[in-house]
Antibody
Framework: QVQLQESGPGLVKPSETLSLTCTVSGESISSYYWSWVRQPPGKGLEWIGYIYSSAITNYNPSLKSRVTISMDTSKNHFSLRLTSVTAADTALYYC???????????WGRGTLVTVSS | DIQMTQSPSTLSASVGDRVTLTCRASQSISIWLAWYQQKPGKAPKLLISKASSLESGVPSRFSGSGSGTEFTLTISSLQPDDFATYYCQHYSGSSRTFGQGTKVEIK
């Protein structure tokens, strides 16, 4: 059974960098596209970006200048880095498997990140 | 960027009702549309891809239709487990955008 688990700090100060990791169990991350999606409290879903095979990345244009997604196949995990955060980046961050880079068919439980001093 | 607009924002219905949710794209996305169900405190669940292709294990009371810019998700007979928020998502081109969601609540 494939499972995804997000991890990382729950509190980040404004202007600093948010860093999260998604650990995948039950299958190799080399075989699929992997994505990050976030959801501000009480609001809708926002796609952040995806990565495939450490070489292909695609980011939401509205976040592109601040986002980096990377992967470590030896640890079977992928990571999100979001720089210069503000309160608007406060959200529940989900990692997800992106089937053929298109739809998100498997999700982690999400991790809440609050941006506050 | 392609924008996705869902209507209504909230829908009040009773168990057994047939309900239809709408999602409109700001430009044609062919059939590259998915629907998700999200319950409070849970991650979204993929219901439908390619506008009308039901995911394995999803009850047959759910159906999707549409192409181009207008799409619908229909629940033929609303069940207690179906009260949730539903999101559409396009995957045309390089970007991925969700609609703002439709909350289906108990009437």
């Amino acid at each position: 059974q494939v499972q995804l688990q997000e991890s990382g700090p729950g509190l980040v100060k404004p202007s600093e960098t948010l860093s999260l990791t998604c650990t995948v169990s039950g299958e190799s991350i080399s075989s699929y596209y992997w994505s990050w999606v976030r959801q501000p409290p009480g609001k809708g879903l926002e796609w952040i970006g995806y990565i495939y095979s450490s070489a292909i990345t695609n980011y939401n244009p509205s976040l592109k200048s601040r986002v980096t997604i990377s992967m470590d196949t030896s640890k079977n995990h992928f990571s999100l880095r979001l720089t210069s955060v503000t309160a608007a980046d406060t959200a529940l961050y989900y990692c997800a498997r992106a089937r053929s880079s298109s739809v998100f068919d498997l999700w982690g439980r999400g991790t809440l990140v609050t941006v506050s001093s | 960027d392609i924008q996705m607009t869902q209507s209504p924002s909230t829908l009040s219905a009773s168990v057994g009702d047939r309900v239809t949710l709408t999602c409109r794209a700001s430009q044609s996305i062919s059939i590259w549309l998915a629907w998700y169900q999200q319950k409070p405190g849970k991650a979204p669940k993929l219901l439908i891809s390619k506008a009308s292709s039901l995911e394995s294990g999803v009850p047959s009371r759910f159906s999707g239709s549409g192409s181009g810019t207008e799409f619908t998700l229909t629940i033929s007979s609303l069940q207690p487990d179906d009260f949730a928020t539903y999101y559409c998502q396009h995957y045309s081109g390089s970007s991925r955008t969700f609609g703002q969601g439709t909350k289906v609540e108990i009437k």
